[in-house]
T-cell receptor, first 115, second 115 residues
Framework: EAQVTQNPRYLITVTGKKLTVTCSQN?????MSWYRQDPGLGLRQIYY???????DKGDVPEGYKVSRKEKRNFPLILESPSPNQTSLYFC??????????????FGNGTRLTVT | AQKVTQAQTEISVVEKEDVTLDCVYE???????LFWYKQPPSGELVFLIR??????QNEISGRYSWNFQKSTSSFNFTITASQVVDSAVYFC????????????FGQGTRLTINP
């Protein structure tokens, strides 16, 4: 089954404790991206990657890191989480090519709480 | 600036009523795509429809229909004979050539269908 898999689904942590949210896709998509969803703000892009070893900042990259060492994986790293990073996070992927018209395939989301 | 506005934060209707979710967008591009996504209570994001800027034909899929009007920069979504399973948050999103590496999302509309 074609899918984007995120782990964990739920995570509660404390301020300053490094964490990684994993994302893996099995559709051989070149493009992957991370979004965060907050009430009243919709979804905002954190980082994206157009292919292996190619990453770039989205609209809200502060406090986050990513890496793309393999095509299928795109982990989101919070080196020192803070309470304002409490949010619902989504990983997404799609084919590259005519990127602007390809629908994103989303993972099931990771709800992160930082206390 | 590229922007999507969903002015209706929450809508509540009784089952079997028709309901329309509004989406207004801003872009200077002449070529762009519009999307609708559904987020049910389980949290995942489900792709519903994609429409390009050159195709103003309305689309119908079962009880769902979409009305795209470039003259008013709107891409409204109507659910006919609503059902409880339609309860979800619905997001409208915009993709354009210059910003091909992200979708710009509206704030979302929470739709509640009461039995």
């Amino acid at each position: 089954e074609a899918q984007v898999t995120q782990n964990p689904r739920y995570l509660i942590t404390v301020t300053g404790k490094k964490l990684t949210v994993t994302c893996s896709q099995n559709m051989n998509h070149e493009y992957m991206s991370w979004y965060r969803q907050d009430p009243g703000l919709g979804l905002r892009q954190i980082y994206y990657s157009m292919n292996v070893e190619v990453t770039d900042k989205g609209d809200v990259p502060e406090g986050y890191k990513v890496s793309r060492k393999e095509k299928r994986n795109f982990p989101l790293i919070l080196e020192s989480p803070s309470p304002n990073q409490t949010s619902l996070y989504f990983c997404a992927s799609r084919r590259q090519g005519t990127a602007y018209n390809s629908p994103l395939h989303f993972g099931n989301g990771t709800r992160l709480t930082v206390t | 600036a590229q922007k999507v506005t969903q002015a209706q934060t929450e809508i509540s209707v009784v089952e079997k009523e028709d309901v329309t979710l509004d989406c207004v967008y801003e872009t200077r591009d002449t070529t762009y795509y519009l999307f609708w996504y559904k987020q049910p209570p389980s949290g995942e994001l489900v792709f519903l429809i994609r429409r390009n800027s050159f195709d103003e034909q309305n689309e119908i899929s079962g009880r769902y229909s979409w009305n795209f009007q470039k003259s008013t920069s709107s891409f409204n979504f109507t659910i006919t004979a609503s059902q409880v399973v339609d309860s979800a948050v619905y997001f409208c999103a915009l993709s354009f050539i210059q910003g091909a590496q992200k979708l710009v999302f509206g704030q979302g509309t929470r739709l509640t269908i009461n039995p």
